[in-house]
């Protein structure tokens, strides 16, 4: 294996300072929203992380059925790649949200279908590591791992669904308002800014994760080859 | 030309695989009785503690009659599923099932049509015994509809899932862990409709819970249809 690509080096660093600007622009920069006041700044990061978490779930259930179809193995090691960035970023989104929430809903936590989904997404996620923690043979956890990937990936959208059967409490900022939603609010172009600047931002650390995590487990399959052919 | 054509089963052959299957399965069972008496006893035993976990009195009774029920069969569902996939393993019996000259998804069906059976004899007996135990009136047609759709849709994901589970060095704690998290659509609408039909509720409230549990049946049948070839391939 060549050592760390020089794209790789140069995105790893784009990504620190894009967090950097994201930080600023989200902490000072973007106004101050009039209600909700200082709290609401943990919105551009909420956004940002729950964005990325999402749509690493959804590449890792396509990285999956690729798997399935070609059966190669570099394409389930980008998969754990994808799903093991998203968790963490999906329990980020849960944190901040939470966060918001304290004063906002004066609670941290209520069972509304986002959070509901959001917390049932991470057990997904959780059991899909168990899931391979519990087999060996590395073509069989491969398989089993997109199979679940896919079935998870399924049912997160339709659980979403059958939770909007009660009631929401969750604002929509993008898109129209539900009039029952307690915390929304309309963006300024400051506060826009600060905002799409920060998607993009976790798009760029997510692509740099990503990148890293499967050069990592091209390595780490490439050490277990090599202890194999020791033994023989 | 005959040699392709053999290859490719016919839709009658498919069914006579498929109820061979079952038919096996509930012959077994019928003779051992393992599966049926642990859901049984382990669903009536649910019931049990739920009464003095929830203190079921009237008013209470009324508005956690589904939710008590669906967490049961959910419980004993899962027991059911992962004895009747464990005993294929442990016995060599799933080898064999595979080397039969017949289509994957023929064994995909008939267990889960076996695991279905099983699970509604549970549910069947469980229902009358809730009622006379708390004098609830169970006996109605839709919740019954919906009973038979969320278990369809219960074992149509479990049946996949343990089969991946029984595979796996944490079998006997895995199965509940892989298949809840993906499984709360399912019982979110059953416990929805449930709720609809017991309270006798105008139709139209009832309806999204109804078509909810319809569409993630279709689904979920359909993607473990596919999937099922890779779970099973040695």
């Known amino acids: 294996m060549r050592s760390k690509p020089l794209t790789l080096k140069i995105l790893d660093i784009a990504s620190l300072l894009a967090l950097a600007v994201a930080t600023y622009l989200a902490l000072i920069y973007a106004p101050e929203e009039a209600t909700m006041g200082q709290v609401q700044r943990v919105f551009y990061f909420h956004i940002g992380t729950a964005w990325t978490g999402l749509l690493g779930f959804v590449f890792a259930a ?10 190669d193995l570099k394409w389930d090691i980008a998969e754990v790649a994808a799903v093991e960035i998203s968790a963490v970023f999906f329990f980020i989104t849960i944190l901040l949200g939470s966060i918001w929430a304290r004063p906002i809903w004066n609670t941290w936590w209520t069972w509304d279908p986002r959070l509901t989904t959001a917390a049932i997404t991470e057990l997904i996620y959780a059991a899909y590591f168990m899931l391979r923690e519990g087999i060996e043979d590395p073509d069989r956890r491969a398989r089993f791992g997109a ?70 487990g091209q390595l780490a399959a490439k050490v277990e080859q090599l202890k194999i052919n020791l033994m023989h | 030309m005959a040699a392709t054509l053999s290859h490719r089963p016919s839709k009658a052959s498919l069914m006579k695989a498929v109820l061979a299957i079952t038919g096996k399965d509930l012959a077994a069972e019928f003779r051992s009785r393992e599966i049926f008496s642990a859901m049984l006893v382990f669903s009536l035993l649910v019931i049990l503690i739920f009464n003095f976990a929830l203190e079921l009195d009237i008013a209470t009774r009324q508005s956690v009659t ?41 064994i995909y069906f008939g267990k889960v049509l076996s695991n279905l059976v099983f699970m509604l004899i549970v ?37 996949l899932l343990a089969s991946m589970a029984i595979q796996a060095r944490t079998r006997d704690v895995l199965l509940p862990i892989l298949l809840f998290p993906v499984a709360v ?21 009832i309806y999204a819970p109804l078509s909810l549990l319809i569409g993630y049946d279709v689904i979920f049948i359909a993607i473990a249809y596919m999937v099922f070839d890779y779970v099973v391939e040695e």
């Open chain 1, 62 to 71: 396509g990285l999956g059925v690729v798997y399935l179809i070609k059966q």
């Open chain 1, 147 to 216: 199979v679940y990937t896919l079935v998870g990936g399924l049912s997160a959208p339709i659980t979403f669904f059958s939770i909007r059967l009660f009631r929401t409490i969750h604002p929509v900022v993008i898109g129209s308002g539900d009039p029952g939603a307690t915390g929304a609010f309309a963006m300024t172009s400051g506060m826009l800014l600060a905002f799409f600047f920060a998607l993009f931002t976790f798009t760029l650390i997510f692509v740099d994760l990503f990148w890293n995590r499967v050069r990592m």
């Open chain 2, 66 to 106: 589904a939710g008590v029920l669906w967490v049961t069969f959910a419980f004993a569902g899962t027991l059911g599923l992962n004895r009747s996939m464990a005993v294929e393993k442990d016995r060599g019996c799933l080898d064999g099932l595979l080397l039969a000259p017949v289509d994957r998804s023929a």
């Open chain 2, 123 to 159: 549910e069947v007996i469980v229902l009358p015994v809730y009622a006379f135990l708390y004098n609830v009136n169970l006996f109605n047609v839709g919740l019954l509809l919906v009973i038979l759709l969320g278990s369809i849709g219960y074992t149509a994901v479990g049946t």
């Open chain 2, 185 to 205: 659509p399912v019982l979110i609408a059953a416990v929805k409709a449930s709720e609809g039909f017991l309270a006798a509720n105008d139709f139209s409230t």
